[in-house]
């Protein structure tokens, strides 16, 4: 249905614990699918805080720069992702995010090829949350947030809270009506934690409060380090209880501006799975149907997390060229020319490309003198077979012993010994002085 960015700010305000909240609250309707992807560039929270460390730090979105390099982006995106579930039937699912700040670099030409698919995907059947952090909403990053249908900002209620993220709103506003869909997409999450109510935030920063979560540090601490996520009691609690409601204020949102952004959404509502191909079969505006392959299935060859098992694999496709033209939004969908990846050159010589032989071609197209656009892979959705399972917890390592063990002549007090080193006549120099004092340097046997 959507494709909802969270963003966070200073004073940790509780991006990712809402982005979690919302994820296992999300209402689905039979047949659908969300996913919460961790791109925040200073790294993930999800594998070390609600998973325990159960999930190998193996799968996730660092892996995601090297497959987008070979055009395989697509295909293993798949291979990627996590079971939330509690029934642990793969509706809820999670992109783990990067374990390193210093990995966020090699994405930097990986942020809109991703964008693009999670809207492609969108449209197959999967609501997906992007979890951007504190730091996400700018940057080379900031295309998820400006290609979002809702940029949730989670702010608390307090006066430290709400100053710090005044600049904040304003930038990130500006951003959004500039290169994205306008200002009408920014919302509010308020951790109630101040003494200022929803409607007094709201006057204050002319936006909208899609919900009110409560302060409650037990529950969120669930979210935030581990915890039972099937129990009764945080099922029904407040902060709970109250996700859902900013989920549905949410879609209604997504709705509204959906309506007003689309006029004829009613005529195009028939085909869900079409897009618009500008320059696509059949001519510049033609409607091409979206290329669908069957995921594919088969246990992930990552040891020692358990995989859910699953058939055979297929043989993987090559990626098919893309129906969709210079972008999936047609021409320009936020009012620009659509722009080129920085670092390659505008003319009409041809330059290698990430693992391409061919030297006429690029990882994302030949260069025929336009600046070049990416061209979104063959989206490949189906069963989700190949998930991570949860490891079970594994055991602690044993500690290192107090002292080395040796093994040598045991003296007076009981003490193993250390054996001087052997020095030779050769390692004298020519005034027959050592190197080194022999005296000074020991060698436990």
Known sequence: MAVIAVVGGPGAPGATTTALALLLAWPLQPGRRILLVEADPDGGAVLAGALEGRVEAVYGLRNLAVADRRGLLAQTIWEQLIDLSPEGDAERLLLPGLTDPAQA??????????????????????????????SGATGASAVLARRADVVAVTVRSTLRGLSAARPRLAALGEDLAAGGTGT?????????????SG????????????????????????LSDGGDTTDRRFIRSELMRTARSAADEVQLLVRRRRQRL????????????????????????AVAPLLVAPMPAGPVPVTPVTVAPGPVAPAPQAPAPSPYGPSAYGQSAY????QSRPGYPQSGYPQPGYGHPDPGQSAHGPYDGEPPSYVPPVITTGPVAPLAGLAPQPAAPAPFPAHVQATGPVGEDGQYQLQQPTVT???????????????EVLRAR
């Open 184 to 196: 009408d997409a920014l919302g509010l999450l308020l951790i109630a934690e101040g003494p200022y």
């Open 335 to 338: 009012g620009e020319e659509p």
């Open 105 to 134: 670099p090699g994405l930097a030409y990986t942020w809109e090829p991703l964008a693009e698919l999670l809207h492609g995907i969108e449209q197959q059947g999967y609501d997906v949350i992007v979890d951007l952090g504190r």
């Open 199 to 222: 409607a007094e935030v709201s006057r204050e920063f002319g936006l909208p409060v899609l919900g009110e979560l409560p302060h409650a540090t037990r529950t969120a601490r669930v």
């Open 262 to 285: 689309a006029p004829n959404a009613a005529a195009t509502a028939a085909a869900p799975a079409r897009l618009t191909a500008a320059g696509g079969p059949g001519g510049p505006g």
């Open 425 to 439: 006549d050769r390692q004298a120099d020519g005034d027959g002085h050592y190197p080194y004092n022999p005296g």
